[in-house]
């Protein structure tokens, strides 16, 4: 069985501060200064929040596929 390897939502907000940080780094310092404060903080959240996929359970499908592969006879070298 495979494990999935990509990001998860504990890890994102394990790191959100971080997230969070960096972009209040790249704002320009008087932009922070003349802003509501809960208003930009009300926003970093809606931003940084963690947007779950969405299905649309009517759009799946399963289609067949074929693949060619080559394997190589170790013991003659002949190609299949």
Do not use: C
């Not at 940084?48 to 394997?71: C, G, I, N, Y």
Request: proline residues 4%.
């Amino acid at each position: 069985m495979m494990m999935w390897t990509g990001p998860t939502f504990q890890t994102y907000y394990q790191q959100i501060d971080r997230i969070t940080r960096e972009r209040l780094d790249k704002e320009d310092s008087n932009y922070l200064l003349e802003v509501d404060f809960d208003e930009y903080l009300n926003f970093l959240v809606d931003e940084a929040k963690w947007e779950p996929l969405l299905w649309d359970e009517s759009q799946k499908t399963v289609e067949p596929f074929s693949v060619k592969r080559q394997h190589s006879d170790a013991f003659d070298g002949r190609t299949y």
